[in-house]
């Protein structure tokens, strides 16, 4: 899969945008505060804007809407998995982040390993479990993560521990993702430092806008870290060797380059200093991140000289260019072509 598309610059103007956010999944207050800035931010540069917070009855609402594009900034599923863009590619309107092929497989951290690995980015191991055999048995080495295989921004993560309060094996009874989801991916913890680039695409192609280290007091870089203020702190740019920034870097685009990416992405990653570009590994590549004001991807474009609503005018210009580029070709918005 890669971003084949070739490349034109696109003149925004008096646009009606259409901003898709809220819905159903487990991340809603979450979409709902990243369209609520990015439907402010569009009518501050002239814009009309419909905002709907997405129901069953969406495509109807879009259809009496008649928007020029959609600002899809909805988190989890059904917005992030392909069933929004699969819709949106049938009704012909033009919309930001990734097309269809391209989110069905980033959603799926199994898929997005099975893409990315064999183009040289490194990625933990591990296996897709079943409830049933947690309860007998431990299917890795403690200390491993738990993670649900089509979910985003680490909701229901859990790391199991020799001293994890769950029993050994896992109790059904005890707190946990297991109680929530049939199957899991187990990985191996990956000890050290939590860090995360964001890839803007533009008239030049994908670039990175650095990488943010993410300092935790306790815990991990859950839900609750990423949307509670107080709860992380940023540091950025991440203070890190030369070569570790200049890696992450690369394989932040590589990644949205192989699966397709386009607007922008987000790709997260744990580092072992210890053993020194031997211990990066990518864990997921976010292909809708948020635009909060906690958000990682708004605050790097910022450390970059690009002002929010010039941000937000950006990806809305790259999904009227894509959509016009596969239009052409005949396919969907965003379509993967083959590497």
């Known amino acids: 899969m890669g971003n084949s598309t070739s490349r034109t610059t696109v003149t925004l103007s008096n646009l009606h945008v259409a901003v898709l956010m809220g819905g159903w999944a487990n991340e809603r207050e979450v979409s709902l505060t990243s369209g609520a800035g990015v439907a402010d931010a569009l009518e501050s540069k002239g814009h009309r804007v419909t905002r709907i917070d997405m129901g069953r009855d969406v495509a109807l609402r879009l259809a009496e809407a008649k928007p020029d594009v959609v600002f899809n900034a909805l988190h989890g599923v059904p917005g992030e998995d392909g069933t929004v863009q699969g819709m949106l590619d049938l009704m012909g309107l ?9 989110s069905v497989i980033a959603i799926d951290k199994q898929l997005t390993k099975q893409a990315l690995v064999p183009h040289g980015i490194p990625m933990p191991g591990g296996r897709i479990v079943t409830r049933e055999e947690l309860y007998e048995r431990d299917p890795l080495p403690r200390p491993y993560v738990l993670k649900p295989v089509n979910e985003g921004s680490s909701v229901g993560v859990a790391i199991v521990t020799d001293d994890s309060n769950v029993g ?26 939590e860090l995360t680039a964001a890839v803007l695409d533009g008239p030049d192609g994908p670039r990175a806008l650095g990488v943010t280290e993410l300092v935790i007091e306790s815990g991990f870089y859950d839900y609750e870290h990423k949307y509670t203020a107080g709860q992380t702190q940023h540091i950025f740019p991440a203070q890190l ?7 992450c870097e690369h394989y932040a685009v590589r990644a949205h380059q192989v699966l397709g990416c386009h607007g922008t992405s987000r790709t997260d990653f744990r580092w072992d200093e210890d053993a020194g570009e031997d211990g990066l590994f990518v864990l997921e590549t976010n292909t809708q991140p948020g635009m909060t004001p906690l958000s990682l991807v708004p605050e790097q474009a910022a450390g970059r000289g690009i002002a929010y609503a010039d941000l937000v005018e950006m990806l809305i210009a790259e999904a009227i260019r894509v959509h016009g580029a596969t239009r052409a070709k005949g396919g969907g918005n965003g379509a993967a072509d083959p590497a």
């Open 94 to 102: 033009p919309y930001t982040h990734s097309g269809l092929a391209t």
């Open 241 to 247: 060797p030369s070569e570790i920034t200049a890696l």
């Open 168 to 193: 050994n094996p896992i109790n059904p009874d005890a707190r946990g993702p297991w109680q929530e989801f049939a199957e899991l991916l187990a990985e191996p913890f990956i000890k050290g430092r």
